[in-house]
């Protein structure tokens, strides 16, 4: 069966980094979902695979929990689509999750470059 | 109700709509329509998928889920409603039954005294009373001084309060211009601080109000409610009690009406010093009163432990003190080979023994019998939900084949059961507070009877235990249908299990077993119940009617001459055909017992019988007016005076027992002190005095006018018509006399009466009721399993009668069935009810407990019962088709 092979150097979104690119994303502005998820694949270059029907959970999920807001709206091409946005509560969890990646980003880097001695740290 | 926060409908939209944003973008990357539409839904993979993610994700899936269960569940109950409404009100009578009995049992026998730590509070008693000395109680109440020694005492109990009523009944009261009556105690200055009584409203007493005597009232709060609505404005009235004004204090904490269970004292005053207001409402004895009187024990006494103090260490404290002031105007010491009485500690914690004993092992037993009756009850509805989803196998077969799992088939069964409990539930508490109330007014229990928390928590875990047997009970039955059962289309195959069916049969013959009991108890109670209300009382009650007065009694001679008015009024009343009065009512329980000499001195009675003689005391015309029959000799009369010769009436025990062989009239009775002597101008039938129970006791009449003491006393009117109505007119007397006085508990004779056999009747009504309970239970049980062995075995029916078998032998053939359940009930059940009856023998009066009659229509009934049970079903089974039963296969 014809499945999504052309695009074997993409990488399926780690849990819970879903909702950090989303949180990112909307900080650029009000953004529906099919925008969130082309800039999401535009910006990793295209590495990112983002599977749409967990985007609209993910989406669904960060309303609930009142870090984003949506609306329905009129695309740039007059077509209806709700419009996400971000909450003075979603700014917060943003720069929450965003140290929270970092510190994790660089314990991984310290521990997988750990063998090649390429200890720049003091 | 509970929303989603968004629908469905809006997110499948947002999914729309980015599908046709993501083929825009990609037309405008150069691919053509159809192909980009195709490329955007490519892409996005699984809508269906994302929307069930979404429906999944939403907050009240779970509540849906119970939603549709409790939707399917009841859908599925209305489709057999008659099942629905038989396990509903099986389930409503044998819960509520339990509930209401459980109620009466927490209010009288479990629940605390309403009182601040009462594990330390012990009521005081004695072994005996000293030789010499008159008692209320001869375990329970104490003289003045020995109150007075074991308070100052004041190391072991800290502190003693005494107690004693205004009256044996009801006590006059005014409040404004309308007399009326109340019961009212009066107490120690320590009374509400010792018990740890909070006075919501106003203040208690204090020592020096015990001291001073002061005239103070404190209300009970259920009497405040009842006469005063709940006005504050009470603090600073007046009340007068028998005339005396008291000033109303307090109103004591909601649920406190005093520490003597079963009774509700409407009123505490201090303990007093004045003739109005002697305890217990008696006239002086010698010009003293209870203070003064050290030979009359009539206080009540209650204690707390002093803090650290264990109850061996304050009795041992106390055991001196008590043996020492015993003796206080007895001479100081006992007589020789008397044994000095011994005081002793008893829990009050609950309600006091006399209580326990009266009410408690009646409530004991009547909650054994409904909690057979919901034994069975709970029975008959697994039996019903076993059959019932038996019959449904085929259903469950089809879900689990189709994919339910297990757990979704029990989700389905509790919920069945939660809501046939929960329907049932709710009925039994409504059920439960009506006959709360009517039990409680049958019994004439005073207390307030309000289902409490430990009522609610008891109907909850026996709901909650009712709702898991319900659904794990079906549950083996259902489950032992697999799915591949529901291939095989055969009724005779899939609905058969020989093991199943012998599980139902062995709870009917149980049931069985113990609806013989219950009818074998309910038949012995009844037939009590017939004989009590058929035992010749020896007087004619009809048109009788009896109040009681309490006037203010300055002197002696005021005394006389009030009722010689008072009855002289009475009589001129029209309809009135003779007047009369006593100091004890017939058929109140009360009656004066003591020793009498016979022609001066006492009777040789052989082998140490009893001597003792019941007395009262009368007015003229008694036996007139109570229809008792004069055997000898003449009546009282109203030439009978103070002055006139002293006379008296004896009944014909008296004289069998004292004077065997000779003619009563002329020899001399009198007091065992020899102080008193009147001779016998009369002899009457014997006749029931204290209650309708008793045995003839020997008797003896005194005239009222001519003995030197007078006080309350009862007043009897026999009048033509109805006896009620004469009452107001006879009010209206009486206040002409002393606007103070109320008629102390006017009722019929007959009512007086029934009042000592309400606890039989009580008892036995209850027992009949819950008997029928329990036939209506089997019987609806029986039928049931009958009925759904019949429809199992509707093929086997039509292949016998296709091969001959005649409608007789099939019949005979479902008939069998029942007959060989019933006899192995029986057998069962009569052994269960010998034990059951010997248990009851000392409630039964003129029945033996193996009494055979209700031995035989026990056995009887439950055989009609199952007789009519099992007819409806063998009669269908009888006109079962033999072609349309073979046509099913």
New interface residues.
Partial sequence: MATQENNDDRIALLQGTLDLLILKTLLLGPCHGQGVARMIQRQSEDVFLVDHGSLYVALQRLEDRKWIRAKWGVSENNRKARFYSLTPKGREQLAEKTGEWTRLTRAMGLILDASGGLGEEA | MFRQ??SAED?A???K??L???A??LRGEGLGVDQAQWMAR??????R??QE??YL?G?WVALDKLMRDLRFGLRSLKQSPGFAATAILTLALGIGANTAVFSVMNAVLLKSLPVGDPNRLVYLRTSNPPRGAGTIDSNETFSYPVYDALRQQGRGLAPVMAYVPLSGSKVAVRYGAQPEEAEGDMVSGTFFTGLGVNLPLGRGFSDADETNHAPLAVLSYNYWTRRFARAPAVLGKTLYVSGVPMTIVGVAAEGFEGVEGGGSTDFWIPLQNRRELNAWGNPTEDGKLYIADSTWWCLRLIGRLAPGVSREQALAQLQPVFQTAAYVGLGGSPMEGEKRPVLSLADAKNFPGSYNTDYGRTLRMLMAMVGLVLLIALANVAMLLMARNAARQREFSVRQALGAGRGELLRQLLTESLILVTAGGALAWGFAQMATRLLGRWAQIETSLAPDRTVLLFTLGVLAFAGLLFGLAPLRVALAGRAELALKTSAATSNMDAGKSRTGRIIVALQMALCVVLLVGGGLLVRTLRNLENTPLGMNVDGLVVFGVKPNIPSLAEGRAFYVNLIGKLRELPGVESVTVMVERPGSWWSDNSDMQVDGKLPDVANGAARTVRSNVVGPDVFRTLGVPVLAGRDFADSDTATSPHVGIINEEFARRFLPGLNPLGHTIGTDDGRWSMTIVGMVKNHKYRSIDEEPIPMAWYEYAQIPIVGAMNVEIRVHGDPLAILPAARKVVQQLDPNLPLIRPMTQREQFDTTIAHQVLFARLAGFFGFLAVLLVATGLYGTLAYRVSLRTAEIGVRMAVGARRGQVVWMILKDGLVLTVAGVCLGVPLAMLVGRALSSSLYGVRALDGMSYALAVAGLAVVALVASAVPAGRAASVDPMRALRTE
Avoid: M, Q
């Fill in positions: 926060k968004r997110f939209e947002e999914i709509a980015h046709e944003l993501e825009d973008e490519r892409e996005f993979g699984n809508v998928a994302a993610r979404f994700k907050r």
